[in-house]
């Protein structure tokens, strides 16, 4: 890992300080230097250096006897309990020791972080390969043992109770390292770390899925009922929005099915992929969205596109004619979700109940509709909810 940054940090250091500097590996070898042209040969104060783990001293009636080797000191490089290499510095003992122990400890310090960085990689990676496998789980065709055998080896138990939560960042344009989402740059990192301090649980699971979806499989309490689970996961979900919206960031978040046991993950991890991708569709905006909320829309997800298609037309063609047919199909869904209440559904939209009347009555008009027989209403909300999931981008919801 030394001989990787050496030569940057010889080269940057000794710019800044305007000091010759060579690094060696743990055996005396220079793998770095000001000097470029000093690189491969031994340094032969920095053996001792190693072997005794202290400063070597350098004096100029000292090394003219020694090949390469120029008056200063050399300090050994300490990194993770062993001396792999050294640092020296050319010039006066007294001037350069104090910039050679700075020197020193920026390089521990550049060599821990790379570690850090190097193991939080492979095990993120190990992370989201688990949860791969978890999602493409079969329990008629895989052998569980080995996933718990993979898990163990991250620290987690599979056999406890969790809730899978999926989170997509909204209105996102791909780069290299970092993506706009709203008006805010960001890196994976950061959503990352925001979502481990939400879930923070020893046992919670959380990864990146790719660039912009995030999954988290969240343990749950064995004694809590779901919709007790599903509160709690929820108030942690907000937790999350609100870590994300300091950033700027705009998130939808779904909440899946309580699973008991691995074999029910894989169905927990597609109902809150299947919450997000309803409730970007219908709602169009960020929010968290659970699927114990959402059952009719993903009844009706499972009727064949044709059918759906069919039924849509049947009870919406005359209302998709009108000018204002947006307007009026988003009026009725959100007066239908408000027990139809015109106060409510009006504050909701934002307009004046009179208006809220006046388009309900057109809608009537237009659908030939009976505000009083639930079961033409509920016939027209289903035929906007197929309309909503349809056309707006994910058709593929249906069945073929």
């Not at 792999?84 to 001037?95: E, Y």
């Not at 919709?227 to 999350?240: D, G, P, S």
């Not at 307009?351 to 033409?376: A, P, V, W």
Request: aromatic share 6%.
């Amino acid at each position: 890992m030394l001989e990787k940054i050496a030569q940057k940090i010889a080269s940057s250091t000794a710019e800044l300080i305007n000091i010759d500097l060579i690094i060696t590996d743990e055996k005396g070898i220079i793998i770095g230097a000001s000097d470029p042209s000093r690189k491969g040969s031994l340094h032969e104060p920095s053996l001792e250096a190693i072997q005794t783990g202290k400063i070597s001293i350098q004096r100029e009636n000292e090394v003219t006897h020694l090949t390469g080797v120029k008056p200063g000191v050399t300090l050994p490089i300490e990194f993770t309990g062993k001396r792999i290499g050294t640092i020296a510095l050319t010039g006066s003992p007294a001037r350069v020791t104090q910039f050679g122990l700075l020197v020193k400890k920026h390089t521990e310090l550049i060599l821990s972080e790379k570690l850090f960085s190097e193991v939080f990689f492979i095990r993120s990676r190990a992370i989201q390969t688990l949860m791969e496998q978890i999602a493409s789980f079969n329990p008629e065709r895989d052998d569980e043992s080995s996933l718990y055998v993979s898990a163990r080896g991250l620290g987690f138990e599979l056999q406890i109770p969790r809730i899978a939560v999926a989170a997509e960042l909204l209105y996102s344009r791909p780069a290299d390292k970092v993506t706009d989402v709203g008006t805010a740059p960001y890196t994976q990192m950061d959503v990352l770390m925001a979502i481990r301090t939400a879930f923070n649980r020893p046992q919670d699971i959380s990864t990146m899925m790719d660039s912009d979806r995030y999954e988290i499989l969240r343990a749950a309490n064995s004694l809590l009922n779901e919709k007790e689970v599903v509160e709690r996961t929820r108030k942690e979900c907000e937790v999350l929005q609100g870590l994300l919206q300091e950033k700027g960031l705009h998130i939808v978040i779904g909440i899946g099915s309580l699973a008991q046991n691995l074999s029910r993950l894989p169905a927990s991890h597609r109902d809150a992929w299947k919450a997000v991708t309803i409730g970007k569709n219908i709602y169009q905006k960020p929010g968290i969205y659970s699927i114990g909320d959402m059952m009719l829309e993903d009844l009706l997800t499972t009727a064949s596109r044709d059918v759906a298609e069919r039924y849509r037309n049947s009870h919406l063609a005359p209302l998709r004619k009108a000018s204002d047919s947006q307007e009026l199909i988003h009026t009725f869904r959100v007066w239908c979700e408000h027990r139809f209440s015109p106060s409510a559904a009006a504050q909701a939209l934002n307009i004046h109940k009179n208006t809220l009347n006046y388009r309900i009555n057109k809608i009537e008009s237009i659908c030939g509709l009976d505000s009083q027989n639930f079961k033409e209403i509920f016939s027209l909300y289903t035929a906007i909810i197929i309309h909503e999931l349809s056309d707006r981008g994910d058709s593929q919801l249906f069945l073929r």
